[in-house]
T-cell receptor
Framework: GAVVSQHPSRVICKSGTSVKIECRSLDFQATTMFWYRQFPKQSLMLMATSNEGSKATYEQGVEKDKFLINHASLTLSTLTVTSAHPEDSSFYIC??????????????FGPGTRLTVL | AQSVSQHNHHVILSEAASLELGCNYSYGGTVNLFWYVQYPGQHLQLLLKYFSGDPLVKGIKGFEAEFIKSKFSFNLRKPSVQWSDTAEYFCAVATSGTYKYIFGTGTRLKVLA
């Protein structure tokens, strides 16, 4: 099956700093990637949809200036949490959609990045 | 607005018991349906998916799900659970032709040895 990786798997940073998380589709090209946030013992909340070569589409309530998304190539999307604060601590998960593999409409998920802001 | 409901938030079963987790969605059009599992400390894994065809879908690890269009449901079943099935289970729905998922709130399953 399609493989999606994320880096780093864990990151601890000080309040006020920025953190970049990378999401890569390893064996397929993904025109669309998604970024989710998962709070402890809760479901995944979609933050934004990232399309290669265009601006990301953010869900209601997600600050686009705080969560910068770049999808510069068909295999890489990045999420930058700017001026991170403790309330940004969470588990961030990316996924990638593969339009020509295993059916339309399926996302393949990365392993997630646990962000802790001190 | 579209939504996905998982009515069972916490389920505790003994090994060998049968499992059924409910998933209902609200959308009148064609949908693609998914069940994912998240083991403690691990990432989401696809259990099974439905795009079209036979509404009874078989997945990995002995799981199956049945799509009942008239009930807008896609319930997950397993005849005999094991301790290793302890995990969180998420139902997800995508409207046909799109990639955007709506996730249910998840069901935390604990299987007692």
């Amino acid at each position: 099956g399609a493989v999606v990786s994320q880096h780093p798997s864990r990151v601890i940073c000080k309040s006020g700093t920025s953190v970049k998380i990378e999401c890569r589709s390893l064996d397929f090209q993904a025109t669309t990637m998604f970024w989710y946030r998962q709070f402890p013992k809760q479901s995944l909340m979609l933050m934004a949809t990232s399309n290669e070569g265009s601006k990301a589409t953010y869900e209601q309530g997600v600050e686009k200036d705080k969560f910068l998304i770049n999808h510069a190539s068909l295999t890489l999307s990045t999420l930058t949490v700017t001026s991170a604060h403790p309330e940004d601590s969470s588990f961030y998960i990316c996924s990638a959609a593969a339009p020509r593999r295993e059916g339309v409409g399926e996302q393949f998920f990365g392993p997630g990045t646990r962000l802790t802001v001190l | 607005a579209q939504s996905v409901s998982q009515h069972n938030h916490h389920v505790i079963l003994s090994e060998a018991a049968s499992l059924e987790l409910g998933c209902n969605y609200s959308y009148g059009g064609t949908v693609n349906l998914f069940w994912y599992v998240q083991y403690p400390g691990q990432h989401l894994q696809l259990l099974l998916k439905y795009f079209s065809g036979d509404p009874l879908v078989k997945g990995i690890k002995g799981f199956e799900a049945e799509f009942i269009k008239s009930k807008f449901s896609f319930n997950l079943r397993k005849p005999s659970v094991q301790w290793s099935d302890t995990a969180e289970y998420f139902c997800a729905v995508a409207t046909s032709g799109t990639y955007k998922y709506i996730f249910g709130t998840g069901t935390r399953l604990k299987v007692l040895a």
